[in-house]
């Protein structure tokens, strides 16, 4: 696995979110190693044949659940990787098509368990778009521009078979 830090981008947008660590439960700080990614990886599927080789972790929420950079496209850089949710109760999904669109989402509000659940995290839950991170978004991706519910949409139906993916992989 190459280095731990987060593209420029990514580490902007968390240090941002690193203060609102008391309002949506999700500590980004770091990627997992290698060795803490294929841990997660073998908890989350039951298969200790498996590494976590295809992810890049990127944050943990309070419920247990991961987010990700999806390592799909071996010929693409990091950053033009999707990201994706794999949740502790069993939930997937593409949340971003790449960093630029998870900078977006991010920036309306939602965070990765938001955009991979069809029901709200709470009753009455509504985003917030973050000013700060609407900045970021601009800076580092401003031909991604896009509401969450497109960006979660487009995801979605570019990468329909992550579902599937992981389910073959559990024990």
Do not use: K
């Not at 987060?6 to 190693?33: Q, S």
């Not at 972790?57 to 071996?74: N, S």
């Not at 570019?158 to 024990?171: S, V």
């Amino acid at each position: 696995m190459s280095s731990r830090y987060f593209p420029a981008a990514l580490a902007a947008a968390m240090t941002v979110r690193l203060h609102c660590i008391g309002e949506d439960g999700v500590d980004f700080e770091a990627f997992l190693t290698a060795d803490e990614t294929t841990d997660w990886f073998h908890a989350w599927t039951g298969n200790g044949e498996l590494n976590g080789d295809a992810f890049r972790a990127v944050g943990q929420d309070g419920t247990g659940g991961y987010a990700a950079f999806w390592l799909t496209h071996p010929d693409r850089p990091l950053i033009e990787q999707p990201v994706v949710f794999l949740g502790s109760e069993g939930e997937t999904g593409v949340v971003a098509r790449d960093l630029g669109a998870f900078l977006w989402l991010l920036a309306d509000g939602y965070g990765p368990w938001e955009a991979a659940t069809s029901h709200d995290p709470e009753p009455g839950w509504v985003p917030h778009r973050n000013q700060q991170l609407t900045v970021i978004a601009e800076q580092h991706a401003p031909e991604r521009r896009a509401p969450a519910v497109a960006v979660i949409e487009q995801a979605a139906q570019e990468f329909p078979g992550l579902d599937n993916t992981i389910m073959e992989l559990c024990r």
